[in-house]
């Protein structure tokens, strides 16, 4: 299936702990993002990636850091956890980074983080 | 700046019935508007997109919704609802520069048989 694809689906961990959260697309787009998924279920981007390349960072705790080992890969690694970072993060991709009309979003099914 | 807002959190219509989600956006330029649904548990998927042309434009699942410019409103609607349509749905508008998309809060929409 074509799709993206994202693990794990649930994370629960203790504060003070570093995660990943993996994501990866076998769609062939461009441009990959990660967004948070608050509890009022407000959606708002984190970081995305045209080929490898950080294109967009917005205003997020240098704790997070996010790698792409290639276009198709884009991980999200967390520092030191805190129980604020509990959300829903969504993986997402794009054919490419200038045309929003024929490169809409395509979404992985989230992975539910639960800092205790 | 952009910014969408979806003045509706929560829906509740009984099934059959016909249904419109409101959604109001603000953009300097001409807008790329989407509409997204999100079931449980899963991430979300687009139903329709709109950048130019006919203002009424129809998505998957029986949705369409309407561009009004004099309004900034990008409304979506179906005839007749169905259980399964129970979801999140979010609208969205997309911008040229770096590909971004702002979302709406989401409306949850609740059908009851």
């Known amino acids: 299936d074509t799709a993206v694809s994202q693990t794990p689906k649930y994370l629960v961990t203790q504060m003070g702990n570093d995660k990943s959260i993996k994501c990866e697309q076998n769609?062939?787009?461009?441009?990959m993002y990660w967004y948070k998924q608050d509890s009022k279920k407000f959606l708002k981007i984190m970081f995305s990636?045209?080929?490898?390349?950080?294109?967009i960072n917005e205003t997020v705790p240098n704790r997070f850091s996010p790698k792409s080992p290639d276009k198709a890969h884009l991980n999200l690694h967390i520092n030191s956890l805190e129980l604020g970072d509990s959300a829903v993060y969504f993986c997402?991709?794009?054919?490419?980074?200038?045309?929003?009309?024929?490169?809409?979003?395509?979404f992985g099914n989230g992975t539910r983080l639960t800092v205790t | 700046a952009q910014s969408v807002t979806q003045p509706d959190i929560h829906i509740t219509v009984s099934e059959g019935a016909s249904l419109e989600l409101r959604c109001n956006y603000s953009y300097g330029a001409t807008p790329y508007l989407f509409w997204y649904v999100q079931s449980p548990g899963q991430g979300l998927q687009l139903l329709l997109k709109?950048?130019?042309?006919?203002?009424l434009v129809q998505g998957i699942k029986g949705f369409e919704a309407e561009f009004k410019r004099s309004q900034s409103s990008f409304n979506l609607r179906k005839p007749s609802v169905h259980w399964s349509d129970a979801a999140e749905y979010f609208c969205a508008v997309g911008v040229l520069a770096g590909n971004q998309f702002y979302f709406g809060t989401g409306t949850s929409l609740t059908v009851i048989p």
């Open positions: 997402a991709s794009s054919q490419d980074q200038q045309d929003p009309y024929n490169s809409p979003l395509h």
């Open positions: 990636y045209n080929n490898k390349e950080l294109i």
């Open positions: 709109y950048f130019s042309g006919d203002t």
């Open positions: 769609l062939g787009h461009d441009t």
